[in-house]
């Protein structure tokens, strides 16, 4: 469960591949050992293919159910990105 906090333009990449680029936050509270914690962050996300131009037209600010998978941002970085394969309404 994520909102979308920041979105760029839908573009293409050099193989014609759809893709658009967002920061998604994400609040909540978790139990952790019998407590309660707040747990807060944004991560960077990506949509490519079919399912960018849906998620280039959600609305922003609004909480969306996230389906994906985190990898390296490239093969050399250690920063992770968040791939969006699909969403739907909270």
């Known amino acids: 469960m994520a909102t979308i906090a920041e979105r760029d ?5 050099p193989a014609g591949v759809p893709i658009v680029s967002a920061v998604l936050m ?3 509270q978790q139990e ?8 807060a962050f944004e991560v960077p996300a990506f949509a490519a293919g079919e399912i960018s ?5 959600a609305e922003l600010g609004a909480s969306y159910r996230f389906n994906g998978f985190l990898a390296r941002k ?3 970085s250690k920063a ?5 394969i699909d969403f739907s309404a909270a």
């Open 9 to 13: 333009v839908l573009r293409y990449t």
């Open 32 to 39: 952790e050992a019998g407590v309660e914690r707040s747990v």
């Open 74 to 76: 490239n093969r050399n």
């Open 80 to 84: 992770l990105v968040f791939h969006i």
């Open 53 to 57: 131009g849906r998620f280039a037209s």
């Open 26 to 28: 994400h609040e909540s």
